[in-house]
C-alpha cells in the first residue's frame, strides 16, 4: 500500500483568515506566492508535524485540490484497480483517520494478509 | 417595564429571522467559492457567529466535490517535495493508494 501526503493551498494563512490555535502555536505563515514558496511552507509542515510517508505538492493552479475538492484536508482511499474506496467529508469535521483505518481493514489485500 | 405589544414581538422576530436567513445565504454562498474567497468572507464574521448556523452540514453540502465512492479516481501527476520522483497516481496501479490532503495551517 502507498500513502501521499497531497500538500494543498493553506487553510489558515496570515493574510486571509488566521485562527487563534495557530497564532497561540506560532505557525504562522502568509499565503505562498509561487511554487517555491509553497514548498518552503510544504517542507515546513512535513518537518514540524513529523510526516513520514512521501510528500507530494500540488500545483500553484490547484488543479488536484480542485479534482478532489481536497481544501482544506480530507482523506481518501483508491484501490489497486484506481477507485474510490473511501472518502472523507471534508475537514476539519470530516478528518477522521479511524473510518479511513477501517476502510483499510476491509481492503482484500488486507483481509488476505491476515 | 411595560409588556412589548404583540405587533412588536412578531416584528423583532420577523427582523431576527431575516437577519439569520440574510446570514445564512452569505455563508452558504461564500462556502461554493475557492477556498481563498471563502476565507476573505470568514475572516470578517465573528467566532460566535458560526454556533447560530449548522455551519457543519452546510460546509459538508458545499464541499461534496464530484468525485464520489465508486468513481475512477481522477489522474494526477505532482513532483515530491524532495524532487527525487514524480508522483502519477496510474501508475500505481495494483496496490491501494491512501491520499492525505491538507497544509500547515
New interface residues.
Given amino acids: 500500500m502507498a500513502f501521499y501526503a497531497v500538500y494543498i493551498l493553506e487553510a489558515h494563512p496570515t493574510d486571509i483568515w488566521t485562527m487563534q490555535s495557530n497564532v497561540k502555536d506560532n505557525v504562522l505563515f502568509a499565503s505562498p506566492k509561487n511554487d517555491q514558496e509553497r514548498e518552503n511552507v510544504a517542507n515546513a509542515c512535513v518537518r514540524k508535524l513529523g510526516i513520514k510517508f512521501p510528500a507530494i505538492v500540488d500545483g500553484f493552479d490547484n488543479t488536484t485540490e480542485k479534482a478532489y475538492t481536497g481544501w482544506p484536508d480530507r482523506l481518501y482511499l483508491i484501490s489497486s484497480d484506481g477507485k474510490v474506496l473511501y472518502k472523507s467529508k471534508p475537514g476539519p469535521f470530516g478528518f477522521k483517520p479511524d473510518q479511513l483505518e477501517g476502510a483499510i481493514k476491509k481492503l482484500p489485500e488486507v483481509r488476505a494478509a491476515k | 417595564m411595560r409588556k412589548p405589544s404583540r405587533k412588536t414581538v412578531v416584528v423583532v422576530a420577523v427582523v431576527l429571522l431575516v437577519l439569520w436567513g440574510s446570514f445564512l445565504v452569505l455563508i452558504n454562498w461564500a462556502m461554493r467559492q475557492p ?2 474567497m471563502f ?2 468572507v ?2 470578517h464574521v465573528p467566532m460566535p457567529a458560526f454556533f447560530v448556523l449548522p455551519f ?1 452540514t452546510l ?2 453540502q458545499a ?12 489522474d ?1 501527476r ?4 524532495d524532487h527525487k520522483e514524480q ?1 502519477e ?2 501508475a ?14
Avoid at chain 2, 66 to 74: E, F, M, R, S, Y
Avoid at chain 2, 78 to 81: A, G, Q, V
Avoid at chain 2, 92 to 105: C, E, N
Wanted: proline content about 9%; overall charge positive.
Fill in positions: 477556498p481563498e476565507g476573505r470568514m475572516m457543519e460546509w459538508n464541499r461534496v466535490g464530484t468525485v464520489q465512492v465508486g468513481d475512477a479516481a481522477p494526477f505532482l513532483p515530491t517535495l508522483v497516481l496510474s500505481l496501479r495494483g496496490k491501494p493508494v491512501v491520499l492525505v490532503f491538507g497544509s500547515y495551517t
